[in-house]
Structure formats: C-alpha cells, structure tokens
C-alpha cells in the first residue's frame, strides 16, 4: 500500500507563513506528478499548485508569487512554502501524489488525510 502523511498546518496571521510537507510511503515504484489542493468550509476541493517530477509547476492564480512548491524525489516528499498567507486561504490542504506501485503498471491518484491552514484576519 502507499499513504501520504503530512505535516505543518495550523494559525497563523495574515501576512504570515507556512511550510507544508508531505511524504509518501509504501511500497512504490515511480512517483509522477505531485501536488497540493485545497477545500475551503463549503466549496469544492480545489488545485492550488502541482509539480511534475521534473520540476515544472501549474500554480492556482489565486497563489501565484505567494505560494512555492517543491519536492525531493530521492525522499518521495512534496513541499509547500505559503508566504503572505491571507485569509482566504483557509481551509484543509491535501496533498496528492500519482504513484506507479512495485509490479503494476498503471499510476494512480493518492491524498493525504488533509492538514488544516487557517489564517487569521
């Protein structure tokens, strides 16, 4: 099985930062495209920045010369550096990662549990 833990959520200021991490585990092959989401208290999940192993990134408007992703292949584990933190960027972040498990072909889509970011006006 794969599992996806993050970590580093909590309040904070606006105006404030965060780092988030995320490591995945198990028994896995290839790691594809890894990424960040987002799901405020009544709206739908949504993508805020995602990165492919190579390094290029798709980040949400909203984010965009704030937010910072990256990732260490070597340690499966994705990253988010949130600077400028608003208080709209609230909500449960989940981390996502496409994984090729040892002796399947196929990838497939894994979340974290979510970690909770709220920032305070």
């Known amino acids: 099985q794969v599992q996806l833990v993050e970590s580093g959520g909590g309040l904070v200021q606006a105006g404030g930062s965060l780092r988030l991490s995320c490591a995945a585990s198990?028994?896995?092959?290839?790691?594809?495209?890894m990424g960040w989401y987002r799901q405020a208290p009544g709206k739908e999940r949504e993508l805020v920045v995602a990165?492919?192993?190579?390094?290029?990134?798709n980040t949400a408007t909203s984010v965009k010369g704030r937010f910072t992703i990256s990732r260490d292949n070597a340690k499966n584990t994705v990253y988010l550096q949130m600077n400028a933190l608003k208080p709209e960027d609230t909500g449960v972040y989940y981390c996502?990662?496409?994984?090729?498990?040892?002796?399947?072909?196929?990838?497939?889509?894994?979340w974290g549990q979510g970690t909770q970011v709220t920032v305070s006006s």
């Open positions: 996502s990662a496409d994984v090729q498990r040892i002796f399947y072909a196929a990838f497939i889509r894994y």
């Open positions: 198990g028994t896995i092959s290839n790691i594809k495209d």
């Open positions: 990165i492919t192993r190579d390094g290029n990134t």
